[in-house]
């Protein structure tokens, strides 16, 4: 049993966004709170427009919440960044405590199970929620600098300029979880640094059959299930695996798939831990406030490799963590 | 209010520990489960040699609590490495779920802090709670490669090869957690990355009194406080901290401080992920089994530090998470 089952319905009370320019042309550009004029971010590396970022959405999500900040036990967050900077040097800014966490771009869902977990019972009153990415230090510290002008190939995805967070609360109305699933390490043993889609499919089915398997629930029993970044082709395995399975998967949507319009340059989507950060705490949980959306499950995906892992010849293991979310708005 | 009080008395059922031949050759070596015979135990890499130690004490651990595979839940694990790969690598040889975690040298505490929330409300039955670090791996990332043949400055502390891992259980008879305070992120703008001692001392003190005003106890109520890798320098500053808030820790050692024989090649002591879990998983845990140690308060020690945040000229934040322990052998 990999399923926790939360009794009292943590809530998530408030959301905050922000992104790049690119992103803001988007599909969902309407629905962020803040785009950045230029990737810099007024800061002089992109680092620290990164870390910018991430602090500027815990705050602006503690803001929205109403919360007071002596009541926010804690922030839970991490990002791609070797020894997940952002998020630490993010955390130094407020007196909460921290939780420093890493499962690549699953992290959004890593930490919402954690929070959640942690609310449900009774550790916390409130907890918040955040990620980030960037394409400029993603791509220098996973791929090759952007100063280089290196040709990026046709299964790639393209990094999302972004951060999410969200406040998890026990009381208040919004968005409540009901469960999560915890991800295994999942490794087919694709080793193209370039096509992540790949690499975390088969972790996203297996953690979506063992949400099936210990909830007895179906897919058809939601509005939506949403991967985090798996892409176009990430997302063409995933039906196919679930397939195999006995799995209709008719009602998917990739965070990928959704945050820019098609273009060739991102050729497969976005990815990167702000896409399903920014695309979930903007557009879908909009909608789900309004009620359009009643149930979902929302899967962020992370591919689990370092530099030196690929480097050293290492294939990609993969991970999903699962958050069943439902709308009290009906 | 950063303290969580357990109200089922999560038990650490089992522990395993392995270390390298110079941490064999220390004060603790006889109580350390298996040392290696060299730091490469067998890999063609260093990398490769610390995650088989973190595989290794897993498994073990998970065959000396008796528990079947099949009902741990989940391994909650971090490392060292850019992007955890030695945990992610690890995870990915079991079945249970991974949540991977990183606050650098606190990540023992960090884990076993949201092991014992998610055993103590239910959430799980059993989880594995592991760290690893290895000196080759840690000064090729953060400093210099070995073959370097670089020269060590006298305030910095050596990386120890070694990881640790423990079994957290409701079911059980051994150490109770009864609580944990989650740390903060603390920066004095220490930027010495060779002074890590330097940069931790001021988040222990912290997290200590924050441990103190929230469960109104006091250092007089431990027979010891145990701290991660402050190292010698280290420890005298936390002294010194808590002195000039009127507290007198008299009770306090360092795993850092107890690892190694007296040899100036280490310096201030030990360091490292693999410090804090080597040190407590073997010798303090079976002096408490014995009953020998009835109540400690163990805070491993975390530097927030990347080798792109020291470069970008930024100081080093720390982080210090705190659990509170009691044997069940009076």
Redesign the interface.
């Known amino acids: 049993?990999?399923t926790?089952f939360f009794k009292n319905k943590p809530q998530i009370i408030a959301t905050a966004t922000i992104c790049g320019p690119k992103e803001a042309e988007g599909n969902l550009g309407k629905y962020i709170d803040e785009k950045l004029a230029d990737d810099y971010y007024g800061e002089k590396?992109f680092?620290?427009a990164e870390r910018k970022m991430l602090t500027r959405v815990i705050s602006r999500a503690i803001e929205k919440s109403n919360v007071p900040l002596s009541e926010i036990?804690?922030i839970v967050a991490?990002d791609?960044?070797?020894?997940?900077?952002s998020a630490?040097?993010s955390?130094?800014e407020?007196?909460?405590?921290?939780?420093?966490?890493?499962?690549?771009c699953s992290t959004m869902t890593?930490s919402m199970?954690?929070a959640c977990?942690?609310i449900?019972?009774?550790?916390?009153k409130n907890a918040v929620c955040a990620t980030a990415s960037h394409f400029a230090t993603a791509e220098r510290q996973y791929r090759y600098p952007l100063e280089q002008g290196t040709t990026r190939p046709a299964q790639s995805q393209w990094t999302v300029t972004g951060a999410g967070a969200n406040v998890i609360s026990l009381k208040g109305k919004g968005v409540s979880v009901l469960s999560a699933t915890?991800?295994?390490?999942?490794?087919y043993g694709v080793t193209d640094a370039n096509n992540m889609g790949a690499a975390m499919a088969p972790a996203a089915a297996h953690t979506l059959l063992d949400f099936f398997h210990d909830s007895n629930k179906r897919a058809s029993d939601y509005d939506m299930i949403l991967t985090g970044d798996l892409g176009a082709l990430g997302s063409r395995m995933l039906k196919e695996l679930l397939l195999k399975a006995g799995v209709d998967l008719k009602n998917h949507l990739d965070c990928g798939e959704l945050i820019y319009n098609l273009n060739e340059t991102e050729y497969q989507g976005g990815s990167g831990a702000g896409c399903s950060a920014v695309v979930f705490n903007s557009y879908i949980y909009e909608r789900m406030l309004k009620g359009e959306y009643k149930k979902i499950l929302f899967m962020a995906t992370g591919a689990?490799?370092?530099?030196?892992?690929t480097q050293?010849g290492?294939s990609i293991?993969g991970?999903a963590h699962l958050i069943e979310l439902e709308s009290d708005y009906a």
């Open positions: 049993m990999n926790i590396s680092e620290l036990n804690a991490g791609l960044l070797n020894q997940i900077i630490s040097f955390a130094r407020f007196e909460s405590g921290f939780l420093g966490v890493y499962n690549a890593e199970l954690l977990a942690l449900d019972g009774g550790y916390f915890v991800g295994r390490v999942i490794d689990l490799l370092s530099t030196t892992s050293q290492e293991p991970i």
